[in-house]
């Protein structure tokens, strides 16, 4: 499974971007799809996860700014940016947990990561 994230960019404080992500490959079922971050010298952290069925779960520190949706039939996600702030400056990676066939347990997967750069 290939996962490759789009819509990083610079954007000032208040501003917003929207991240897209896309799963190709041999795809039996993704059971969640989500995005995470990492800030330089920052652990990586959570920042919004959708399961199959549409519940939605977000970081304390994103919720009321943050939307993620999801796109079963066509396999993207997409996270929309709201009121972003300096603090959200991250690398911001697209996971995806799903299997490749009936008997394959399911596995994590990862995007290569897009950079959001929030900056006056």
């Known amino acids: 499974v290939q996962l490759v994230e789009s819509g990083g960019g610079l954007v000032q404080p208040g501003g917003s971007l929207r991240l897209s992500c896309a799963a190709s490959g041999t795809i039996f079922s993704i059971i969640a799809m989500g995005w995470y971050r990492q800030a330089p010298g920052k652990q990586r952290e959570l920042v919004a996860v959708?399961?199959?069925?549409?519940?939605?779960t977000y970081a304390d520190s994103v919720k009321g700014r943050f939307t993620i949706s999801r796109d079963n039939a066509k396999n993207t996600v997409a996270l929309q940016m709201n009121s972003l702030r300096s603090e959200d400056t991250a690398v911001y990676y697209c996971t995806a947990v799903a299997s490749t066939s009936e008997v394959v347990p399911k596995t994590t997967y990862w995007g290569q990561g897009t950079q959001v750069t929030v900056s006056s």
């Open positions: 959708i399961s199959s069925g549409g519940r939605t």
